[in-house]
């Protein structure tokens, strides 16, 4: 069964430094991996996804992923941090044959001015 | 609109009392997924439509949850005898194609507290 597993339920990071939100899947086949950020009282929206093309993905609002195999990871980075980066970011694996949807349990990300 | 419209936004209920959560998926889109936010949580996957066909219903928690898409576009989550537990987020998201790793649109989600 497909899972996905995101370390540190709250990051902050200062306003301008760099932003690392960490995302481990488990798929018994090659996954689609995707980040959906949600900001208050709203839905999610996809910022990324993978669905094994390039490796390295870039994603809206600055940020990018990189899908390495090897780690199982698709960790979400962004060079410089924004007051408005602060929100959700959901972590979710897709295998083929039409398997669940599933989501991590979310990172909070709080940017310090 | 363009996006996935949820209604209502929020929805208070007395234990024992029947629901019913309405989503309005993006015009044309094929799939619609209907999931539950607990708070704190990540959103667990409920059920799944494919035009009025409902394909999977296996994250439904109990038999008091029941959900239709009678046309195809519009669809309405039913929850009988509310309980506390059922106090969540329940999202919508709809997508354009037929394969469940399509990118999902989410409506705003509909708050439910059961008192």
């Known amino acids: 069964a497909q899972s996905v597993t995101q370390l540190g339920s709250h990051v902050s990071v200062s306003e301008g430094a760099l932003v690392l939100l960490r995302c481990n899947y488990s798929s018994s086949v090659p996954p689609y991996l995707f980040w959906y950020v949600q900001y208050p009282n709203q839905g999610l929206q996809l910022l990324l996804k993978y669905t094994s093309a390039a490796t390295l993905v870039k994603g809206i609002n600055g940020f990018e992923a990189e899908f390495k195999k090897s780690e199982t990871s698709f960790h979400l980075t962004k060079p410089s941090a924004h007051m408005s980066d602060a929100a959700e970011y959901f972590c979710?694996?897709?295998?083929?044959?039409?398997?669940?949807?599933?989501f991590g349990p979310g990172t909070r990300l709080s940017v310090l001015p | 609109g363009a996006g996935v419209s949820q209604s209502p936004r929020y929805k208070v209920a007395k234990r024992g009392q029947d629901v019913a959560l309405r989503c309005d998926p993006i015009s044309g889109h094929v799939s619609l997924f209907w999931y539950q936010q607990a708070l704190g949580q990540g959103p667990e996957f409920l059920t799944y439509?494919?035009?009025?066909?409902?394909?999977?219903k296996s994250g439904l928690p109990s038999d008091r949850f029941f959900a239709e898409r009678p046309e195809g576009s519009v669809s309405t989550l039913k929850i009988q005898r509310t309980q506390q537990e059922d106090s969540a987020v329940y999202l919508c998201?709809?997508?354009?194609?037929?394969?469940?790793?399509?990118?999902?649109?989410f409506g705003p989600g509909t708050r439910l507290t059961v008192l």
């Open positions: 998201a709809s997508s354009q194609a037929s394969g469940r790793h399509d990118e999902q649109f």
């Open positions: 979710a694996v897709s295998e083929n044959y039409g398997q669940n949807f599933v």
């Open positions: 439509f494919q035009n009025e066909a409902q394909l999977d």
